[in-house]
């Protein structure tokens, strides 16, 4: 956690350095003013020395000032050493994650990577906020306050040496079991919103079976636990402040017996022993402290944790070494003996085994099959979302893992089968394909998917705004959006992955007549389910489980392969009567 | 736009009835006011104690601790009095916290569970209105802080009042002279606090709206994180990033500067007040023969006096956000639950085939039977989600059991809609909707619905096994009748190739599971339920033409004679349907089987070959 906390702070190491040197400045001043006390006390008041009353009086009130100011200046430049740590770490995290592959992303969830890049960097930058004010000013005044204790009376400081690690051993106990439990609350809680989450989700279900009671008593379960667990750490937690205090009045009071004594003997005085039951307090307080920003630290190490798992992910796709070598860009696309699996070298059976496929540029080709056939992994490897486990994807006879990964995913344009746009206007959505792109790049763009006619009725047209990713827009809108950001690429290799399953049959084939029309050069591969998706295609590819289970066009295919005679019978009866 | 029921970002806003909220609030943390009694006495006592023990110093300093006196065993006796004293008071302490928690756990422990229930009982149109992460805020931020406020703010505000009382009293007491300077150190504390409390606020709201523009971006592109690689646009949403995570960092900065200086500042001022409370009280002491005791101790009241004002402005905050989380959850509580009047319920009939009746009360508290045949009419059904904005207009169709009855029509024409009405999950506006002769306001709801089986548009599965979920559609099922479900939805062959065939664990609404896997699962589910009536909302639209083919002989055992709605984009779906019903802006535009209706040559003509949008 110490590397990462010195590798993030760049740029603001001055200001963590200083804030603490102010705050230990404040703790020196603060340290001081008992002492003064106590001279006060013991030699101004018995002498009647009401000038030197007041003049100490005024050096402790200057004391006071020039601590609160060094207290200000730590507590400046310790936020902004904070902050300034928390900001480049996001940012470091955020980069980091832009280089993750799709099997990064499956592995760690979106979810996971959002809560990470927000909570766990937070409670991090929490932790230095505190740590920086308590883990350097907190064991300076327990230092501090120690020394000037045996200072002032080292016989009377042995008292310390039987309440100090009592009360360490009372909180160490204490919070040893709390830690503990906080694990178990924290898991109960995630129960809690898990059924929760569900519930809402699927509430429709819930009211149309009529399952409200199931539902009740689930979460009813999920509550008592919740609770049992917050109890079972509420009344460890509660016993600490009860016990702190005891020690620290246990103390005073062995401190006023023993010091008393020794007043009484004349070898202390009234004003010595008042300071040094102050110092006690400073000094018991301080351990305390100490204690409980260790359970900030706690805390914060597992935060440190999930996000060093995100840092030490070593992407699997990295950059490929043909940078300078790389042919025009044509469009050719060769799968050699390809086999895949998601979870590489783990269980789990091949998606795909064994394809050879070789598609020359410039054509349209259509991928059909079943539902979890492999038909998006297979699309999936060619701008390497993920790798291939054995084989080779080569594009333009270049291996895809040769190529700089932004350089083929240039090449390579892909609609994906969830549709994603971001905050925005249509425009700026648009411009993700190419920021370059001339007001008539973007009219004919959008023209080609079809989008046109709908964009301008909108109230602003290509300035209309998308909230949350366009939920004001319905599904083949968006996919005509996706589609139109993709050409607007122009890449050599446009893949559609069911992109298409909510546009209408005429819009589709509107668009599929644009392709032809302006994508002649450009090699297209297609995924749909609908025979009319696919009837026009140059080639069509049936997978069947992993492997392809035929090739050819409509005509061909029709002809000779059952498979396709039956999805083809399964969506044409009764059309053609 | 934050609308009024939306959840909070800062902790700042103010509860709007005040008195109303605390009082309910108050009903969940005890019924009995016994055990608050219980916890004001130990307060009590432990504040007296803290305040009493160190005020029995002064006299324990007075008589004890000089030079010249030899009276240890009074000393000691003394001091035992006192560990007497503080031992009582670290006693009540702890019964008091231990207490205080167990109270508010199992206070918010009730609030949670009414809420829930609460939530169960709201019709759509509320879940609807309201997006499911603002819901779960009332769960998780709005309960947590309700539980802090009942746990420590309430307790903390009496006892720092207690003390704060207390401590004034006793200084007034010790030196009324000295307390005058305390007062206006006091009085400077209180400005600054002012002064700087307001800064931090309106710079904690930047802050937080900052933070809310910089973790919407991180959200957007994380989960959008496919296409930013796709486009390779990496380094344009780093950089977009990086304007908001600066521009977060300037924020929390500010906001959090004059956070942190409360602390040096306020800290700093007691040192002063100590200071010159120390050389006034020398002084007076020199002048007026102010006692040593007494100084000893007033200089440790005054260095705590500050801090139940500190406390007091700390847990108000707190206090005031959780009240403000407590009228927004009771406002969830307090919302109107589905309309629910119907006496008729549904039961089976006596004799062997069990066959399932209505049982419609009469006047004289005799029922009468009514056989379940599934026979739905719509008459002049005119509905709307938002008023003023008619969804269905008109509508009159009906559909005698055992009949096949689909909709079809463009993305929001009303198909679901109208399925949504029949079970009641909308209220109509006019207009009648009658099941069996029986107008379905007179159902029970529960009855209704459990007469209805539901494959819905988006299918959701629950964290459970596959055969959990397939029984969720009939609690009673055993596991053969549920894996014959499977069967008849045909998922019974991809569910035995799961890694634990039927206990397969499904999580995360079924992540793990195709999107198709996921859809015969709700069939199987429905199938399951056997009911009378049976609603498909795009069903299929998420499996292959081809798996479809498949589940076809399945899906037909689903519906033989049932009346059964279907709504279907895909055209092959509804072909051989008993009616066809086509909608257009809420409106029938066209009945009839499929061949009088392409016979017609009118909208479902063109919507079958393809001359017409379905978007």
Known sequence: ?577 | MPGPGRAPRGGYQKPKELGKTVRRLLGYLTRSPLPLVLVLVCLLTSVAANLGGSYMLRDIINRFVWSGCTDVAGLGLALVGLIVVYALGAVAAYVQSAAMVRLAQRGVNRLRRDLFDALQDLPLSFFDQHPHGELMSRFTNDADNVQMALEQSLVSLVSSALMFVGLVTLMLVINWRLFLVTLAVLALTTALFRLIGGKSRRYYQDQQTALGSLNGNIQEVIEGLRVVKAFTHEEQATADFKVRNDAYRDAASLAGFFSGIIGPVSHNLMNMSYALTACFGGVLSVLQGFDLGGLVVYLNYSKQVGQPINQVSQQMTALLSALAGAERIFAVMDAQPEVDQGKVTLVRAEGEARAWCWSVPEADGSRRLVPLRGDVRFEEVNFSYVPGKRVLKNISLYATPGQKIAFVGSTGAGKTTITNLINRFYEIESGRITYDGIDVRDIAKDDLRASLGMVLQDTHLFTGTVMENIRYGRLDATDQECIQAAKTANAHSFIRRLPQGYQTMVTGDGANLSQGQRQLLAIARAAVADPPVMILDEATSSIDTRTEKHIEAGMDALMENRTVFVIAHRLSTVRNSNCIVVLEHGQVEEKGDHDSLLAQKGRYYQLYTGQFQLD
């Open chain 1, 1 to 577: 956690m110490l590397k990462m906390i010195r590798r993030h702070l760049k740029g603001y190491g001055g200001q963590a350095v200083a804030g603490p040197v102010f705050m230990v400045l404040e703790v020196v001043c603060e340290m001081i003013m008992p002492l003064i006390m106590a001279r006060i006390v013991d030699q101004a008041i018995p002498q009647g020395d009401t000038g030197g009353i007041f003049r100490m009086g005024a050096a402790m009130v200057a004391l006071a000032l020039l601590s609160m100011f060094c207290g200000v200046m730590g507590a400046k430049l310790g936020i902004n050493a904070s902050q300034g740590f928390g900001a480049n770490l996001r940012l470091a995290l955020f980069e980091k994650i832009q280089t993750f592959s799709f099997a990064d992303i499956d592995r760690f969830s979106s979810a996971s990577l959002i809560t990470r890049t927000t909570n766990d960097v937070n409670n991090m930058t929490i932790m230095l906020t505190m740590g920086l004010r308590i883990m350097v000013r907190t064991p300076m005044m327990l230092l501090s306050a120690l020394i000037i204790a045996v200072t002032i009376n080292a016989r009377l400081a042995l008292v310390l040496v039987v309440i100090i690690p009592l009360m360490t051993l009372a909180i160490a106990g204490i919070m040893g079991v709390g830690i503990r439990l906080f694990g178990l609350v924290q898991r109960r809680l995630d129960a809690l919103n898990e059924v929760l989450q569900e519930n809402l989700v699927a509430i429709r279900v819930v009211k149309a079976f009529v399952r409200r009671d199931l539902e009740k008593k689930k979460f009813q379960r999920s509550n008592d636990d919740l609770t049992d667990a917050f109890l079972r750490v509420g009344m460890r937690i509660v016993a600490l402040m009860p016990i702190m205090t005891v020690c620290m009045n246990g103390a005073t009071v062995a401190v006023l017996y023993l010091g008393g004594r020794m007043v009484m003997g004349g070898q202390f005085d009234l004003g010595s022993l008042q300071a040094f039951i102050s110092y006690i307090a400073q000094i018991l307080m301080s351990v305390m402290m100490v204690a409980m920003s260790l359970l900030q630290l706690s805390r914060a190490q597992a935060s440190a944790r999930r996000i060093q798992e995100v840092f030490d992910a070593t992407s699997d796709i990295q950059d490929g070494p043909a940078g300078d070598r790389l042919p025009r860009p044509q469009g050719r696309v060769e799968f050699r003996d390809v086999s895949f699996r998601y979870a590489a070298g783990g269980e789990g059976d091949d998606v795909l085994s064994h394809i050879d496929l070789d598609i020359p540029a410039g054509r349209f080709v259509a991928i059909i099959g079943g539902t979890g056939v492999g038909k998006s992994s297979l699309v999936n490897l060619i701008p390497r979302f993920y790798d291939v486990t054995d084989g080779a994807v080569l594009l333009d006879g270049v291996d895809v893992r040769d190529y700089p990964v932004e350089e083929l995913r240039r090449r390579v344009g892909m609609v994906l089968q969830t549709n994603v746009l971001f905050t925005g206007t249509i425009r700026e959505n648009l411009l993700w394909g190419d920021p370059d792109a001339t007001e008539e790049d973007l009219v004919r763009a959008a023209k080609d998917a079809q989008a046109y006619g709908f964009i301008m009725s909108t109230p602003n047209g290509f300035e209309t705004h998308l909230d949350q990713g366009g939920v004001n827009l319905s599904g083949g809108q968006k996919q005509r959006l996706c589609i139109a950001r993709a050409m607007l690429k122009k890449p050599a290799v446009l893949i559609l992955d069911d992109s298409t399953s909510a546009v209408d049959s005429a819009t589709e084939a509107a668009i599929r007549e644009s392709f032809h029309r302006n994508l002649k050069d450009t090699t297209v591969i297609i995924i749909a389910q609908r025979i009319s998706s696919v009837r026009y295609a140059d080639e069509i590819v049936i997978l069947e489980d992993d492997h392809v289970a035929g090739r050819g066009t409509h005509e061909e295919l029709l002809a000779s392969n059952p498979i396709y005679q039956e999805i083809y019978q399964s969506q044409q009866e009764g059309v053609e009567e």
